[in-house]
């Protein structure tokens, strides 16, 4: 049964940093994206960052590009968020996911539906 646990949310000031962890078990996950989106009261789940868990390559949604690195470290089966600069505007729940995405991976990564498995959310609050 594969299994994501995310950890690291919390309440922090505007400016701050937090560092989001998410450790997979189940199956190997070599050859796949794993992903973090992040979903605000009343809004959809959006596209945060992903990392190729083989290769290493990354993709970051605009609004977080160059304040957030996606990180993984293999021997630990987890993925890290490390989040700095933060802005009130980044509160949301985030998720971590992981799936088997194939093809057109800088595209394909940041749609949702194309991930097979999902944490349980973890919440970030940044107040002003």
């Known amino acids: 049964q594969v299994q994501l646990v995310e950890s690291g949310g919390g309440l922090v000031q505007a400016g701050g940093s937090l560092r989001l962890s998410c450790t997979a078990s189940?199956?190997?996950?070599?050859?796949?994206?794993m992903g973090w989106f992040r979903q605000a009261p009343g809004k959809e789940r959006d596209f945060v960052a992903a990392?190729?868990?083989?290769?290493?390559?990354?993709n970051y949604a605009d609004s977080v590009k160059g304040r957030f690195t996606i990180s993984r470290d293999i021997a630990k089966n987890t993925v890290y968020l490390q989040m700095n600069s933060l802005k009130p505007e980044d509160t949301a729940v985030y998720y971590c996911?992981?799936?088997?995405?194939?093809?057109?991976?800088?595209?394909?990564?940041?749609?949702?539906?194309?991930?097979?498995?999902w944490g349980q959310g973890t919440q970030v609050t940044v107040s002003s």
């Open positions: 990392i190729s868990w083989s290769v290493g390559s990354t």
């Open positions: 189940g199956r190997t996950f070599v050859g796949y994206a």
């Open positions: 996911a992981a799936g088997s995405v194939q093809g057109a991976w800088w595209i394909r990564v940041r749609a949702a539906n194309e991930y097979d498995y």
